[in-house]
C-alpha cells in the first residue's frame, strides 16, 4: 500500500455566510459544495461564489453529467441545475447516517459516515446494489478513472483513501495535515481532488496521485 502527505495545491474560502462545507462535486466547470441550507457553485479559477440554489443541502453531493444529486437528511434529491428545481427523492439508504455522495457506472455511491460503509444504490429506488465496508469512518466520495477514493475523519486525523470496491481493502492513503478535517471529496478527472473542510468553511484542492500502469507508464 502507497501512503504518502496529501499535497494541497489551493484553498477556496471562507466563503460567505457559509459555516460548514458539506458535500463537494464537479460539473465540469463550477465546484458546487453543501452548506446546510443551500448548494453554492464557485469558479475555481477565481474562487468566486457564482451560483446559489436554496434547498437542504446535509451531506454529499454528486453530479451525474446533467443533475445533481443531493443528500437532505433521510433522503436524496434530484436537483436540476440550472433551474434549482428538486425533481425527484429516493430514501437514503442511511436514514440520516449518510455522508459522501458519488456518481458511477449509471448509479449513486453513498458513504455512512458511524456506519464505515458505502453502499452503491439505484439513483432511481434507491435500493442498495452493493456495500463496501471500511475500517474508518466514511466523508466524502468519488470515482475517477475507474478509481473509488474516500475520505476520513476520526478525531483530529483525516485521510484520502483509495480502496477496492469488491474488497474494501486500503490500496492508496493521503494523509491530510494535522487539524485539516475533509467533509465532501471530488475528482476533477485531472490531477486535482477538491476536498470540503468541514467547519473551516473552506474547500481545498488536493494533487491527485499519479496512475502508474502494468507497463510502467504514468497515466
Do not use: F, Y
Given at each position: 500500500m502507497k501512503h504518502s502527505a496529501a499535497e494541497i495545491l489551493r484553498e477556496y474560502g471562507p466563503f460567505p455566510g457559509v459555516e460548514e462545507v458539506a458535500g463537494v462535486t464537479f460539473d465540469g466547470e463550477l465546484v458546487w459544495f453543501a452548506s446546510g441550507d443551500r448548494l453554492n457553485a464557485f469558479d475555481p479559477e477565481?474562487?468566486?461564489?457564482v451560483r446559489v440554489i436554496d434547498i437542504a443541502a446535509h451531506a454529499g453531493t454528486a453530479f451525474d453529467g446533467e443533475y445533481l444529486y443531493q443528500i437532505a437528511e433521510d433522503r436524496i434529491q434530484k436537483v436540476d441545475p440550472k433551474t434549482g428545481e428538486v425533481l425527484a427523492t429516493i430514501p437514503a439508504p442511511g436514514g440520516g447516517g449518510d455522508s459522501g455522495l458519488a456518481w458511477a457506472e449509471g448509479t449513486l455511491w453513498v458513504g455512512q459516515h458511524r456506519?464505515?460503509?458505502?453502499?452503491q444504490i439505484d439513483a432511481g429506488t434507491g435500493a442498495v446494489l452493493r456495500t463496501t465496508e471500511s475500517n474508518r469512518m466514511v466523508t466524502g466520495v468519488t470515482w475517477t478513472d475507474g478509481e473509488l477514493w474516500h475520505g476520513t475523519w476520526e478525531g483530529e486525523e483525516s485521510?484520502?483513501?483509495?480502496?477496492?470496491?469488491?474488497?474494501?481493502?486500503v490500496m492508496e492513503k493521503l494523509s491530510m495535515p494535522p487539524a485539516t478535517i475533509g467533509s465532501g471529496l471530488e475528482s476533477d478527472g485531472g490531477e486535482r481532488f477538491f476536498a470540503g473542510g468541514g467547519r473551516s468553511g473552506?474547500?481545498?484542492?488536493i494533487r491527485?496521485?499519479?496512475r502508474v500502469d502494468r507497463v510502467g507508464k504514468r497515466a
Open positions: 477565481s474562487g468566486e461564489v456506519g464505515r460503509v458505502i453502499h485521510e484520502l483513501r483509495r480502496v477496492d470496491p469488491e474488497t474494501g481493502a473552506k474547500v481545498r484542492a491527485r496521485p499519479k
